[in-house]
């Protein structure tokens, strides 16, 4: 006695997919088919390494453009001349604004930042998280004020 097997919920022996033909016997991959799959699984780990890296790549790149001219950590800060362009190596710039730029490195304790007046700014952390405003969208609400930084914990 066997029970019919709607047709719906049967593997079928082809598969056509973005990686090609994915064949099956009895509902089981073919061995091609198993390093098809297995392929894009590693190449799916790639992309997703190389995108989870990038925050951190960039902020790395960011800090040592800094360093090169002179920017040093927690002491001095780099503003643009001109507004940035197409030649500028900055990622996600905005065309329209001067840029100011200052690397913070709590390793050694906490930091206290003074801003001026009528400033627009946010601090971001190593990958790219938002951390807080300072400036006319932060707590001074653009009347410039000091701001604590402290590390984990």
């Known amino acids: 006695m066997t029970t019919d097997i709607p047709a719906g919920i049967v593997t079928p022996d082809r598969v056509e997919t973005r990686l090609g033909t994915l064949r099956f016997f009895d509902g089981f991959p ?44 927690n002491h001095t800060m780099g503003i643009t001349e001109t507004m940035i362009d197409a030649k ?8 329209d604004s001067i840029y100011c730029f200052m690397w913070l490195d709590l390793k ?8 001026p007046p009528h400033v627009v700014g946010f601090v971001n952390d190593f990958w790219g998280s938002y951390i807080g405003d300072v400036g006319n969208a932060g ?11 402290t590390g984990a914990g």
């Open 30 to 73: 073919d061995e091609a088919t198993v390093q098809t799959v297995y392929d894009n699984l590693d190449f799916q780990h790639g992309v997703q390494a190389y995108l989870t890296a990038l925050p951190g790549a960039v902020s790395y790149a960011l800090r040592e453009g800094l360093r090169s001219v002179g920017v040093n950590d």
């Open 88 to 95: 500028s190596l900055v990622a996600m710039p905005n065309c």
């Open 108 to 115: 050694e304790g906490p930091l206290v930042i003074e801003t």
């Open 139 to 149: 707590p001074d609400r653009g009347r410039g004020g000091k701001f604590l930084f």
